[in-house]
């Protein structure tokens, strides 16, 4: 039944496929904005990246959430190998109010089930951001996979790619690829160069 579905399943690091960007103001931090992205279009075979992290995300399952720990690790060793840095991966626990609201815990890459808008029928997964508008500093991001598919290869590696920063390319075999079918585990172009 997966390979049925796979063509015109994506992968996602967007809500909508139009560029306008959601803007938030925050109270309790004057003259801050925040932007959630929901919105980038495809650039092509290029890499390209929107925002990064300054400090090591932590990383969190939500307790109800589509992968396990060890498929956690699995994944973000893929990127371990790029040169990015994690802080400690842990499980949620159970009602937490950042997994039931849909939001993110700050300074962390969160992972959950699809919330209410999430695109069933045309998306695996998606991410969305947070990052300040000055610094393009990521400062949390919210991954959503629907359960059948998260120990499938590549979709979290994926996710993550998005959480940090990186849009989507039409490189076939890349991580970054859009559709899974097209996809694969070549990294060209998103190795990171700076540590985050």
């Not at 994690?86 to 089930?113: H, R, Y």
């Not at 000055?134 to 959503?144: D, Y």
């Not at 994926?158 to 070549?186: F, T, V």
Request: include cysteine.
């Amino acid at each position: 039944m997966k390979t049925l579905l796979l063509s015109a399943m994506l992968l996602c690091g967007v809500h909508d496929h139009h560029t306008d960007a959601v803007r938030l103001t925050v109270d309790d931090i004057p003259d801050r904005e925040i932007w959630i992205h929901p919105v980038i279009p495809i650039k092509g075979n290029v890499a390209i990246r929107e925002g990064k992290w300054i400090q090591r995300p932590y990383v969190f399952i939500c307790h109800d959430g589509p992968v396990t720990e060890h498929r956690v690790r699995n994944a973000v060793r893929y990127w371990e190998r790029l040169g990015y840095t994690f802080g400690p991966i842990s499980t949620l626990e159970q009602g937490n109010e950042k997994c039931m609201t849909g939001d993110a815990v700050g300074g962390s890459i969160t992972i959950d089930i699809p919330s209410q808008d999430f695109k069933f029928g045309t998306h695996l997964g998606q991410t969305r951001t947070w990052r300040w508008t000055a610094t393009n500093e990521i400062f949390k991001a919210r991954i959503e996979i629907i359960p059948a598919w998260g120990d499938s290869e590549r979709i979290l590696e994926h996710e993550i790619g998005h959480a940090l920063g990186w849009m989507d390319m039409n490189s076939i075999g890349h991580i970054m690829h859009r559709a899974w079918s097209d996809g694969g585990l070549r990294s060209t172009g998103v190795k990171n160069e700076v540590n985050d």
